[in-house]
C-alpha cells in the first residue's frame, strides 16, 4: 500500500509563499496522493485573494536572476529558469529591460513557469503580456502560479523524508 501525502505546511511553503494557501492545504492532509494534493491545491489558490498572489509573488525572483539561497525554493527556481543558462547577453539585458517594464506597469515581479522554456519564449511572453489590462494580467498570473505549484508540489511529494514532508 503506498504511503499517503502527509506534507507539512512548512514544505508547501517551498511550493507557494502565501501562507494562507499553504495552511489550507496542510490542514487537509495526509492526501492519498498527488492528484488529491492538487485537487486541494487549486481549490486553495482559486480562494486566495490578491494579497495572498501578491506575497506569493514576493519570493519569486525576476526572470533571468539566479537566488543564490542554498534552500529547496531556491533550488526549484534555478532549475525552472534553467532556460536562461545560455541566453546571449542581449537576451538576457531585454529580460532585464522588460521586468522592469513589466513591474512599472503591474506593480509586481513577472511571473511564468518556465520550465521547459528558452529564454527567447520567456522574453516573448513577458513583452505579450505588457500589452494586458490589470484584470487579464492578474488572471495570467494566477495561471503561472498555479502552474509553478503543480510542478513543485510534484517534487515535494517525490522527495520523502526531507523536514517532514511524508
Same mark, same amino acid.
Given at each position: 500500500?503506498?504511503?499517503?501525502?502527509?506534507?507539512?505546511?512548512?514544505?508547501?511553503?517551498?511550493?507557494?509563499?502565501?501562507?494562507?494557501?499553504?495552511?489550507?492545504?496542510?490542514?487537509?492532509?495526509? *492526501?492519498?496522493?498527488?492528484?488529491?494534493?492538487?485537487?486541494?491545491?487549486?481549490?486553495?489558490?482559486?480562494?486566495?485573494?490578491?494579497?495572498?498572489?501578491? =506575497?506569493?509573488?514576493?519570493?519569486?525572483?525576476?526572470?533571468?536572476?539566479?537566488?543564490?539561497?542554498?534552500?529547496?525554493?531556491?533550488?526549484?527556481?534555478?532549475? =525552472?529558469?534553467?532556460?536562461?543558462?545560455?541566453?546571449?547577453?542581449?537576451?538576457?539585458?531585454?529580460?532585464?529591460?522588460?521586468?522592469?517594464? *513589466?513591474?512599472?506597469?503591474?506593480?509586481?515581479?513577472?511571473?511564468?513557469?518556465?520550465?521547459?522554456?528558452?529564454?527567447? =519564449?520567456?522574453?516573448?511572453?513577458?513583452?505579450?503580456?505588457?500589452?494586458?489590462?490589470?484584470?487579464?494580467?492578474?488572471?495570467?498570473?494566477?495561471?503561472?502560479?498555479?502552474?509553478?505549484?503543480?510542478?513543485?508540489?510534484?517534487?515535494?511529494?517525490?522527495?520523502?523524508?526531507?523536514?517532514?514532508?511524508?
Amino acid at each position: 500500500m503506498r504511503e499517503r501525502l502527509d506534507v507539512t505546511e512548512g514544505g508547501l511553503l517551498a511550493c507557494c509563499a502565501s501562507r494562507r494557501w499553504a495552511a489550507e492545504v496542510a490542514a487537509g492532509r495526509p *492526501y492519498a496522493d498527488l492528484a488529491e494534493l492538487r485537487a486541494a491545491s487549486a481549490a486553495a489558490l482559486a480562494g486566495l485573494d490578491w494579497a495572498d498572489v501578491e =506575497e506569493a509573488l514576493a519570493a519569486h525572483p525576476r526572470i533571468g536572476e539566479r537566488i543564490k539561497d542554498a534552500g529547496r525554493e531556491a533550488a526549484w527556481s534555478r532549475s =525552472e529558469q534553467s532556460g536562461m543558462d545560455a541566453a546571449a547577453v542581449e537576451l538576457r539585458t531585454a529580460l532585464v529591460e522588460g521586468n522592469r517594464a *513589466y513591474e512599472e506597469r503591474f506593480g509586481h515581479v513577472f511571473l511564468i513557469c518556465a520550465t521547459g522554456l528558452s529564454a527567447a =519564449e520567456m522574453l516573448s511572453a513577458l513583452r505579450e503580456r505588457l500589452g494586458h489590462g490589470a484584470e487579464a494580467e492578474r488572471a495570467a498570473v494566477r495561471t503561472e502560479l498555479a502552474k509553478i505549484v503543480d510542478l513543485r508540489l510534484a517534487k515535494l511529494a517525490a522527495a520523502p523524508g526531507t523536514e517532514g514532508e511524508r
